[in-house]
Structures are given as structure tokens and as C-alpha cells.
């Protein structure tokens, strides 16, 4: 197995307030580090705060104060301009952000994000220096008429439309079956296997093997520190995409602990 660094990532999507938030990034920091043997070096921890508190996680991360990792949930395909509201790489990039998230199914859902929207925001991220965490997934009808393999590896070669071999080298992708986000439904070890070595094999075929064994790839779906060592088990899987229970610092503590 090529030796990919496994990333814990934590989306907290549109909640907690300021102080909770400022809270929670210091408490899993302590919460890691009185592990002990927490090796930061060998696992990539991430959190994904709301856009109004990156700047205050830059502050308590600065000069390595606290080894977590962190990103943007979402970033316009656009640099700069009449855009408002919309919030620019090269902004992320000024806040230190290492990643961002690009297509999560709650943009493509409920914002209408469309796989080429998804494909000139992972060029933006490149552009601005950030590493893209491509999110695909099909929904439940998807899943029970079978076709979940050829839909999620089309939703994947659209987003990816126009990216290089040598950008995709870096990229990170997050399997997630929408039927298993938020709703405690957790797709099985083998289900985020199956779909993590056809994403793979599929980036084989577009940018060769030597990119392919690079990528990151996450699961994502009702991930618990319950569920996650069996998932992160699993040959192909890199690592867990992480909603409701990167809320809490020891849940997700025990997430990054995994073994
Ligand atoms: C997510 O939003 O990326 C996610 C996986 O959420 P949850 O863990 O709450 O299912």
C-alpha cells in the first residue's frame, strides 16, 4: 500500500457560535495532545470551520501553536469582483487555509452545484494554492437501482474536467453517499471500499497509477468513533470525512485515534 498520510477532517457546516467554535479548536487540540501519543506526523487532523471564524482558528494555529490543519467549506470559482457574498481562494489563502471543501452534497443540493461549477472551483483552489477535497456521492435512489459505481465515477471525471496530472497528484476526495450523511445511516467497510478503489482505479485511468496511489480518499456518512477504525481499515479509504460528530472534541478525538 502506498504510504498515504490519513486525513481526519472535520466539517462543522453552519454551526456553533464564535466562542464555541474558538472552544472546540482548542479543546480537540488538548484533547489530542494529553493522548500523548497522538503522532501528529503520522495522522493529518482538519477541521473545516464556518467562513467567520477562519480567521480566528489562523490566530490559535499560527507558528504551530496547535497542529491541526484546517479549510474553507466552499470557495467561488471566481478570483475577485462582483460576487457578493461569495468568498475567493486567494481569501482562504490569505487565512492560511490548507484545503477546502468543493462540491459537498449540501452545495450541489441545495445550491445547485453542478459538476462544472465543481470542476472551475477545484482550478480555483489550485490557482490560489489550496488543496480541493472533491466531495461525490449518490443519493438513495441511486444507490437501489445499482448504479451508484457509474454515477459517482461520472460526478468524479466532471468535477475534475480540465485538471492535470500534476495537480491531481494532491487533490483529496471525499466519498459520500448522501443517504448516510446526517442521518446515521453509515454505509459498511466494504460499500466505502468497493466505491474508494473504483474512484482510484478511475484516476488511474485519467492521470495514471503514480497519481492515482497519491489521492487522498475519505469516506463520509455518519462517521462515529465507533464506526471509524473499521472503515479506515479498509485498504482504499485514507481517511473520514467527518459532519455531526466533529462537533465534539472527544468524539472526534477518538475519531483521529482511530486504532
Ligand atoms: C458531511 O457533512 O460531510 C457528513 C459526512 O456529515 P455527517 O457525518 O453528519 O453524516
Redesign the pocket.
Known amino acids: 500500500v502506498y504510504d498515504r498520510q490519513p486525513l481526519i477532517a472535520g466539517?462543522w457546516?453552519m454551526n456553533l457560535d464564535h466562542a464555541e467554535g474558538v472552544a472546540l479548536v482548542q479543546k480537540l487540540a488538548w484533547t489530542l495532545d494529553d493522548a500523548k501519543n497522538f503522532d501528529h506526523a503520522r495522522v493529518q487532523v482538519a477541521v473545516f470551520p464556518p467562513a467567520t471564524d477562519l480567521r480566528s482558528v489562523q490566530t490559535l494555529v499560527a507558528g504551530d501553536k496547535l497542529k491541526l490543519a484546517y479549510g474553507g467549506q466552499d470557495l467561488s470559482d471566481q478570483d475577485s469582483g462582483a460576487f457578493t457574498g461569495d468568498i475567493s481562494g486567494a481569501f482562504l489563502k490569505k487565512l492560511d487555509c490548507a484545503f477546502v471543501?468543493v462540491g459537498?452534497?449540501?452545495r450541489r443540493t441545495i445550491h445547485g452545484e453542478s459538476d462544472e461549477l465543481c470542476a472551475r472551483k477545484v482550478a480555483a483552489a489550485y490557482r490560489h494554492g489550496l488543496t480541493p477535497i472533491l466531495?461525490v456521492g449518490e443519493g438513495l435512489e441511486v444507490r437501489q437501482a445499482g448504479t451508484h459505481v457509474d454515477y459517482t465515477l461520472e460526478q468524479l471525471r466532471g468535477s475534475l474536467a480540465g485538471v492535470s496530472a500534476e495537480d491531481a497528484a494532491s487533490l483529496v476526495v471525499?466519498y459520500?453517499p448522501v443517504w448516510?450523511?446526517?442521518?446515521?445511516e453509515?454505509a459498511g467497510p466494504e460499500d466505502a471500499q468497493e466505491m474508494s478503489a473504483a474512484i482510484r482505479a478511475e484516476l488511474e485511468r485519467l492521470y495514471g497509477e503514480e497519481t492515482a496511489r497519491k489521492v487522498r480518499i475519505l469516506y463520509?456518512?455518519?462517521?462515529?468513533a465507533a464506526n471509524a477504525a473499521a472503515i479506515l481499515a479498509e485498504r482504499d479509504v485514507d481517511g473520514?470525512?467527518?459532519?455531526?460528530?466533529?462537533l465534539k472534541a472527544e468524539e472526534f478525538a477518538n475519531i483521529a485515534r482511530f486504532e
Open positions: 466539517n457546516k471543501l459537498h452534497s449540501e466531495c471525499a459520500e448516510a450523511i446526517g442521518t446515521g453509515v463520509g456518512g455518519s462517521v462515529k473520514v470525512l467527518v459532519g455531526g460528530a466533529s
